[in-house]
């Protein structure tokens, strides 16, 4: 076999190299254990040995290091690895990136919650050091030396006296060396990293210029169908009959099946539909159209979300169930009677991912799935699909292809399940193609909101009462079918967790049941909370006349470590110890100070422009945001927005910029344009012009700027999005005096 | 059975004639570069060069395409007329980093380098028109303006 150095020939040996051995027989790794050393493997002119979980050193000298998390965008493929070759010492030429598959041993591959750099950054520095260790050990007893006489640099080993050896050439004896304990890995000072940090070009470029990329909606098997599903119209419909005649006769169409749903709780579960399986997309789509179908409505059909929202909004004007709370807000409120108080509205939100989701299947005689498909959580798609399979979950392997943007639609595998149920029936490959109007029309969209917040001002202005209560339908909805009020997981995300220095202070739910599937979309509660707490913060300033700037800071008070558990309220801290991630008022402060220098905050500006500041907290990252809009006959444009983000120790700064970036765009889209609404349980939106996103003509300039921080590394894909809207909706009242309450701007004003 | 023209040879296909050329790129011919982003002409994700011009290959049919040059992100450094603008908007593409997911990337690289091939020196304004078709979920934008700008330079 040619070795010749192709990602593309080389993952897809590697995966079946990874098959053969049956990764599930190392010894691993996240507690603590360094993992033993693996077999060996060959292929004709090459050889591959495997230091650990997560490099394989190959004897032409190149190295693979594996990416266990899921590429949507956010460099995951380059930034993963580079920690990695770092410690290694790597040359970064030399390596391959490899796409881990659905393996326990890897530990969460749910790639999700901005978490991949957060919770991997230190196992990855530790896999790479012990391989690195492992090669000088190597090296050391090659020559019969003492290892403090050698050193691994720039893909050599070096011995004092002058010689090297290259990694290729030590990989078959460092294979056999067991790993060195935790305790006695050597990690680098971050005064030599030579990639931890530094802006490397993405992996995947070249295949991008090329097209040469394979997302889920690419893949390709033989013999293999395209399928298309028309799927039930309202949460939990059922088929109660249905005639495909005229949809077989279509040129192409090979086969109609029926998917059945569950009953209970919707969770990752395909929903009722019947499928249109043909040679090519078009002919599958055509058919589908002509497909007639009897459903059997459930009460979800009642659903109108403008009426549902009216609901939300007089329910959050009702005392609700109390999340956190201290000092005495009501007593406070009858003592202090300088008050403001607004109410907030969201819309659902669809994730849009660029690229829709997609799946393809194969079941074999012998009991076993393959799939391929552009998933976020490559275990769960397995369990999953094994369970819908009614296999063992060793039965099913899942290959994860790039995923064309994704922003938590794709850790639910619905749609793979869909493409594995149709597999087997239809004995053959089936790739599942989901339309745009699908994708917009059957999301497990993002929860519809409605905020209250009411403040209380001293004679001297100072703030003496925060009342907050927040009503939208549950994620938690989603799996046990019943939840009907916010969970405190989900307060904690920018709503409970407020960082203020505020004697009374209390954070309510209040109820709202669902009729849609309910799920997270990149930054999820924040979205709306940080919405919420952006713009009343701003309101209280001018309330009391005060710069908003200041009323930031005020809020913020004296540096501390900020404790939210009051009241009987259990802060999460998004999954992380507090200790190691407290909320840091410093940060908060920081990252305020240091955008409004940038933004130029205070200066004069000319009529109808203005200038709107936000700032929030989420995956344990501190953003702040200055919006500076223009607002003429009843237009707004977006003019500039400056972004400063403390997401502590980064692996890649360049695509954090670009995750910043990214988050600016996504923000503008909820702020100005997206909206979902359902009438009589079903979404009216169906694509792009109905579903409106930010567009090249809507780009405004932008400042990103990355505190350089030794704090924990934080999350990055997310905690950009929150603090954008009500940057916006701030600039706009700075520059014209109109308050936008209700997302999405447009509808209010025009957008330019 | 119609016979279609991309990057400069000649395919049979056994499809409708109603067929979108997108899916006969994709489907029948299996070249997944251009990418299908809304199926609608909204999106820009599947564009490809229809003689020369940027066109949207989810909103022609293949009849439209019989007899016609279509070029695909697969073939643009082939394609002599358009292998400068191709190589420069690569390049730029390169320096300033630009895709995050790279779904959109395929049509934003053929909206790019159609512009550059008529306009060797876009303002903001021209880049606008001619990109503001093309969708980009990740919020790519800044930097594929600034890429233009870098390629238009070179
Ligand atoms: S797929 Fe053709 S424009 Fe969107
Ligand atoms: S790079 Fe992901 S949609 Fe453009």
Redesign the pocket.
């Known amino acids: 076999m040619d070795i010749k150095i192709n990602n593309q020939i080389e993952n897809v040996s590697r995966r079946s190299f990874l098959k053969g051995l049956g990764v599930t027989s190392g010894a691993l790794v996240l507690g603590g254990v360094m993992p033993s050393s693996m077999p060996v493997f060959a292929m004709t002119q090459e050889m591959q040995y495997k230091l650990n979980l997560f490099v394989t050193i190959n004897t032409d000298n190149s190295i693979d290091i594996i990416c266990h998390r899921s590429e949507m965008g956010q460099g995951v493929r380059t930034c993963l690895p580079q920690i990695v070759a770092d410690e290694l010492e790597a040359d970064w030429q030399k390596v391959n990136v490899v796409q881990g598959l659905a393996n326990n041993e890897y530990g969460n591959q749910n790639t999700d919650g901005s978490s991949s750099v957060r919770d991997f950054y230190d196992t990855l520095r530790q896999m790479g050091a012990s391989a690195k260790q492992m090669l000088e050990q190597a090296a050391a007893e090659t020559w019969k030396v003492p290892v403090s006489e050698v050193k691994a640099q720039d893909h050599l080993v070096k011995h004092q006296s002058g010689k090297t050896l290259s990694y290729g050439d030590l990989a078959e004896t460092a294979a056999r060396i067991t790993p060195p304990k935790v305790e006695a890995l050597k990690l680098k000072n971050k005064a030599d990293f030579k990639y931890i940090g530094k802006p490397l070009t993405s992996v995947d470029l070249p295949d991008v210029l090329a097209g040469t990329t394979e997302f889920g909606q690419d893949v390709n098997r033989p013999n293999m169908v395209i399928a298309t599903i028309e799927r039930a119209p309202v949460l939990g419909a059922k088929v109660k009959q249905f005639n495909a005649d005229k949809a077989k006769a279509v040129k192409g169409v090979v086969d109609v099946i029926k998917i059945d749903g569950t009953d209970g709780a919707p969770a990752f579960n395909p929903l009722e539909g019947i499928a249109v399986l043909a040679t090519n997309t078009y002919a599958a789509q055509k058919a589908q159209k002509l497909l007639e179908i009897e459903w059997q409505l459930t009460d979800n059909k009642n659903h109108h979300s403008a009426e549902y929202l009216q609901q939300r909004k007089a329910m959050v004007q009702q005392q609700g169930k109390v999340h956190r709370t201290t000092g005495d807000v009501n007593k406070a409120f009858s003592q202090y009677k300088n008050q403001v108080n607004a109410t907030y509205t969201v819309p659902y939100l669809a994730h849009a991912p660029m690229e829709p989701p997609a799946a393809t299947a194969e079941y074999r005689a012998d009991g076993t799935c393959e799939v391929w498909a552009c998933v976020q959580a490559p275990q769960r798609t397995r369990d999953v699909v094994a369970a819908r399979l009614g296999i063992e979950k060793d039965k099913v392997t899942v290959n994860t292809t790039l995923l064309g943007g994704a922003f938590g639609r794709k850790s639910k595998p619905d749609f793979v399940a869909e493409a594995a149920l149709l597999a087997k029936a239809a004995k053959r490959p089936v790739k599942v193609i989901w339309s745009?109007e699908e994708d917009i029309q059957f999301d497990y969209v993002h929860a519809i909101s409605a905020q209250h917040y009411q403040a209380a001002f001293d004679d001297k202005k100072q703030v003496k009462a925060w009342l907050a209560r927040t009503s939208f339908p549950t994620i938690g909805s989603t799996f046990d079918g019943v939840a009907k009020e916010p969970q405190t997981w989900e307060t904690q995300l920018g709503f409970a967790d407020v960082p203020f220095a505020i004697e009374n202070l209390q954070c309510e739910v209040c109820e709202a049941p669902h009729h849609l599937r309910i799920g997270w979309v990149r930054s999820v509660g924040n979205i709306q909370h940080g919405f919420g707490v952006g713009s009343f913060v701003d309101e209280m300033a001018h309330q009391v006349g005060q710069d908003p700037k200041q009323m930031w800071l005020d809020l913020y008070a004296d540096d501390r470590l900020v404790d939210v558990n009051q009241g009987g309220y259990k802060y999460g801290n998004y999954w992380s110890d507090i200790k190691k991630y407290p909320i840091e008022t410093k940060r908060f402060k920081n990252v305020v100070e240091l955008v409004t220098e940038r933004a130029g905050w205070g200066r004069k500006l000319p009529k109808g422009q203005g200038l709107g500041l936000s700032v929030h907290r989420s995956f344990l990252s501190y953003i702040a945001v200055v919006t500076q809009v223009e607002v003429k006959n009843d237009t707004v444009k977006v003019q500039k927005m400056w972004c400063v983000a403390d997401c502590g120790i980064i692996s890649n700064i360049d695509r954090v910029e670009a995750q910043m970036e990214g988050s600016m765009i996504f923000g503008m889209s909820i702020a100005l344009l997206s909206k979902l609404t359902a009438k009589d349980g079903k979404i009216e939106q169906s694509n792009?012009h109905d579903y409106e996103l930010v567009r090249m003509n809507q780009s405004p300039q932008m400042d990103i700027h990355i505190v350089e921080s030794d704090a924990p590394p934080a999350g990055v894909g997310e905690p950009g999005v929150p603090p954008v809207s009500a940057s916006i909706t701030n600039a706009i009242f700075a520059a014209c005096g109109k308050r936008i309450r209700d997302l999405p701007v447009k509808g209010q004003l025009n957008i330019a | 059975m119609l016979t279609v023209n991309i990057n400069n040879q000649n395919y049979q296909v056994d499809v409708e004639p109603d067929t979108p050329l997108?899916w006969v790129i994709r489907d029948v011919l299996a070249m997944t570069g251009t990418?299908?982003?809304?199926?609608?002409?909204?999106?820009?994700?599947?564009?490809v060069h229809f003689n020369g011009s940027p066109t949207?290959?989810?909103?022609i049919p293949v009849s439209a395409a019989i007899g016609q040059q279509i070029t695909t992100i697969e073939g643009i450094e082939d394609n002599l007329l358009i292998a400068p603008s191709a190589k420069a908007i690569k390049q730029a593409w390169i320096n300033e980093n630009v895709p995050q997911c790279g779904y959109c990337q395929s049509?934003q690289i053929m909206a790019a380098v159609a512009l550059l091939k008529e306009n060797q020196s876009p303002s903001d304004q021209d880049i606008d028109n001619a990109m503001t078709?093309n969708l980009c979920r990740c919020g790519t934008y800044p930097r594929i303006k600034q890429a233009i700008k870098t390629a238009a330079k070179a």
């Open positions: 745009r792009f | 997108l990418k299908y982003g809304c199926g609608k002409g909204l999106c820009g994700a599947c564009t949207r290959a989810c909103s049509g078709g």
